[in-house]
């Protein structure tokens, strides 16, 4: 009875939360970056908008696809979840269906074409997971009409070759801009098209989660 009357006293509330839930789960979504994987481009703290339109519009709480929306592109930064273990993770698009894609000593090939890189910036990073520091090299990568700025770190065992493969039709090879420190196709393996969450467009809000947790203006609104 009390349950009752609770829920009638807090229709309007529960439809509110309701609709909340659907939006975010069939339309837009927000996304909080836990890890470095994504550096430079994303930070520990940020939280990015999600579009979850951008491809396929899905039954919501569901991965079935209704219709789809638009197709997935080179360079997409998106999230999904992981075929590994259904985890959600966040990725930058490399390669699409029929793309051979490779890595030789961290410089990318795709469909034979080798990528060039350009203006080294030398920082120091910090590894959480390690609670250390190491020296790393940010570039400028340049390949098939995009750039992007990607980052290497110094005296970290990672799986800097791979490939030659060729993704298969409906799936997508997905990597981290920081190649170093990413769990992502080279352990993962490819990403079928229906595990597509959406495209994350620009940071939203941002905090230094890793220091003192002051709130980083100059990211808030930054597109991707």
Not at 64 to 78: K, T
Not at 80 to 104: C, H, N, V, Y
Not at 118 to 144: M, S, Y
Request: net charge neutral; aromatic share 8%.
């Amino acid at each position: 009875m009390l349950l009752k009357k609770w829920i009638h006293s807090n229709r309007g509330f529960l439809v509110f939360l309701l609709c909340l839930g659907i939006f975010r789960t069939a339309v837009a979504d927000w996304n909080p970056i836990p890890s470095g994987s994504m550096r430079p481009t994303l930070l520990e703290g940020d939280v990015v908008f999600v579009n979850r339109l951008a491809y396929d519009l899905k039954l919501p709480l569901t991965d079935v696809v209704v219709a789809r929306l638009g197709e997935p592109e080179r360079g997409d930064v998106v999230t999904f979840s992981s075929p590994q273990d259904g985890r959600r993770l966040i990725k930058r698009i490399a390669a699409l269906p029929g793309d051979t894609l490779e890595m030789r000593e961290e410089v990318l090939y795709l469909n034979g074409e080798a990528a060039r890189y350009e203006a080294p910036e030398a920082v120091i990073e910090t590894l959480a997971e390690l609670g250390a520091q190491v020296p790393a090299t940010r570039w400028t990568e340049h390949l098939a009409g995009q750039e992007r700025r990607v980052q290497w770190l110094q005296g970290v065992s990672a799986r800097s070759s791979f490939g030659p493969v060729t993704v298969p039709e409906g799936q997508y090879l997905v990597l981290g801009d920081n190649r170093d420190n990413s769990a992502d196709s080279r352990f993962i393996g490819f990403v079928p098209r229906h595990l597509l969450i959406g495209q994350a467009r620009r940071v939203l809000v941002s905090a230094d989660i890793l220091s003192n947790w002051a709130p980083r203006l100059d990211r808030f609104g930054h597109a991707l």
